[in-house]
């Protein structure tokens, strides 16, 4: 006769806790203590436990997923390649195994995925959604909020709607940037801002450019990136042509100031000696250039954390009203400014 699959039962007693402990713990309730999740997955390990998605769905009428949506990223090539999609990702993934939920990854770069992801979430086979838009007036935080689905944005929408958001203070970012450059004496300070279109690329841009005022510097020579390392290096060729005696530059993100620090090194120029780079968001190419690159924080992964929060929050309690949770900026100081 063949053994017979290991219950919550099982479960609880080689966990030490209640039948109800185990319980939530698989149901994904969120205020179960870290520590006694963590003992309940390894019992469920030891014992081989598999839960019954099926019936734990018709009791909680929810699916144990949720969609991680990124709308307008213009495919899965600049997804998979862009440090802070992936950062994204991981902070949620991280947060959600906690909590035993799983994220579905969804792109949406036309009209046509952005109907398919509302329909999808529509149809309950998903919870709720985590979005990831690149352009202010995305029409999906919109279609999702039609369609009654749950969703949480990462940043601000372009326009107001009542729709839980994380972001962070990106004004105050660029103004640290600002700060330390003059601070150290730069007087031919220009930047490369991120796409203008982006709200983000905006305040970055704005709170750089108010902050060098506040120092007596009326004019920035600016050239327009796009957030890639191509945009940033033809940003920098742009600046050295328009101000050959520029001697410090704030790039809009670190694939930029990468690439800035590439084409002095190509001009004969030193980084910082002649000129000094700021960056932003502290992602893998600020620790990869060299040399490393000072930037402004982005707590990425914190923030996709927070958003999965909020997400797993009104799932357990529907109808709050929306939140939105803004994240202060730091300045990393390296050898690059």
């Given at each position: 006769m063949s053994k017979s699959a290991p219950t919550l039962e099982d479960v609880a007693r080689v966990a030490g806790v209640s039948r109800a402990t185990v319980s939530r713990v698989v149901n994904g309730t969120r205020n179960v203590d870290p520590q006694l999740q963590e003992t309940v997955r390894n019992a469920i390990e030891q014992t081989g436990y598999t839960p019954n998605r099926v019936?734990?769905?018709?009791?909680?009428?929810?699916?144990?997923?949720?969609?991680?949506?990124?709308?307008?990223?213009?495919?899965?090539?600049?997804?998979?390649?862009?440090?802070?999609?992936?950062?994204?990702?991981?902070?949620?993934?991280?947060?959600?195994?906690?909590?035993?939920?799983?994220?579905?990854?969804?792109?949406?770069?036309?009209?046509?995925?952005?109907?398919?992801?509302?329909?999808f979430l529509r149809q309950g086979s998903a919870d709720g959604a985590l979005l990831v838009s690149t352009h202010p007036f995305d029409p999906l935080p919109a279609q999702l909020l039609a369609a009654e689905v749950p969703a949480v944005l990462y940043a601000r929408p372009g326009r107001p709607m009542p729709v839980s958001y994380v972001d962070m203070d990106h004004r105050a970012g660029g103004t640290l940037a600002a700060d330390h450059l003059v601070a150290a004496?730069?007087?031919?300070?220009?930047?490369?801002?991120?796409?203008?279109?982006?709200?983000?690329?905006?305040?970055?841009?704005?709170?750089f450019r108010d902050a060098m005022a506040r120092h007596g510097f009326p004019y920035v020579p600016t050239a327009e990136g796009g957030f890639t390392a191509e945009s940033g290096a033809?940003?920098?060729?742009?600046?050295?042509?328009?101000?050959?005696?520029?001697?410090?530059?704030?790039?809009?993100?670190?694939?930029?100031?990468?690439?800035?620090?590439?084409?002095?090194?190509?001009?004969?120029?030193?980084?910082?000696?002649?000129?000094?780079?700021?960056?932003?968001?502290?992602?893998?190419?600020?620790?990869?250039?060299?040399?490393?690159?000072?930037?402004?924080?982005?707590?990425?992964?914190?923030?996709?954390?927070?958003?999965?929060?909020?997400?797993?929050?009104?799932l357990e309690k529907p109808g709050q009203r929306p939140r939105s949770v803004i994240f202060e900026p730091e300045l990393v100081v390296r050898a690059s400014a």
């Open positions: 019936a734990r769905s018709l009791v909680t009428r929810r699916t144990g997923t949720v969609a991680l949506v990124i709308s307008g990223a213009g495919g899965g090539s600049d997804v998979f390649t862009d440090p802070f999609f992936g950062r994204v990702t991981a902070g949620v993934v991280d947060f959600l195994r906690l909590h035993g939920v799983h994220p579905v990854l969804m792109l949406a770069d036309s009209g046509h995925s952005r109907t398919e992801v509302v329909e004496g730069r007087y031919n300070i220009a930047t490369i801002s991120g796409p203008l279109d982006v709200l983000a690329s905006q305040d970055r841009h704005a709170g033809e940003a920098m060729r742009r600046l050295l042509t328009e101000t050959p005696d520029l001697d410090a530059v704030f790039a809009a993100n670190d694939l930029m100031a990468q690439a800035a620090v590439d084409v002095l090194h190509e001009h004969g120029l030193r980084v910082p000696d002649d000129v000094a780079v700021v960056g932003f968001d502290d992602s893998a190419p600020a620790r990869a250039c060299r040399p490393q690159l000072t930037t402004v924080r982005q707590p990425v992964e914190r923030m996709a954390a927070q958003m999965a929060d909020l997400l797993l929050a009104d």
